[in-house]
Nanobody, 125 residues
């Protein structure tokens, strides 16, 4: 069982940066592949970025490549999403997700087993 808590959301101007974090409970965090998703008002939830449990493999939604960076610190049971060059289209609730994987793989938009409650990111124009 893993519990996920996101933090770090807020209001930022277009072109600005923000880092959201996801803290996980549990002693086996280092064996969980992690992902970030987002859901804008009136839209379906969409995949944003994913990382393998070692951190050596990452995968991104095309529109955030070069602007967003996913990373993790297994000693702190935390995964991060650094977001740069933000634009109003990035406004959404951002969720982290986790799935136990026996191999060090990145899951992309695959089904995850655990989800956080989300953190709001608002980008003003």
């Amino acid at each position: 069982q893993v519990q996920l808590v996101e933090s770090g959301g807020g209001l930022v101007q277009a072109g600005g940066s923000l880092r959201v974090s996801c803290s996980a409970s549990g002693r086996t965090f280092s064996r969980y592949a992690m992902g970030w998703f987002r859901q804008a008002p009136g839209k379906e939830r969409e995949f944003v970025a994913a990382i393998s449990w070692s951190g050596s493999k990452t995968y991104y939604k095309e529109s955030v490549k070069g602007r967003f960076t996913i990373s993790r610190d297994n000693a702190k049971n935390t995964v991060y999403l650094q977001m740069n060059s933000l634009n109003p289209e990035d406004t959404a609730v951002y969720y982290c997700a986790a799935k136990f994987t026996p191999l060090d793989v990145v899951l992309g938009s695959s089904d995850y087993d655990y989800w956080g409650q989300g953190t709001q990111v608002t980008v003003s124009s």
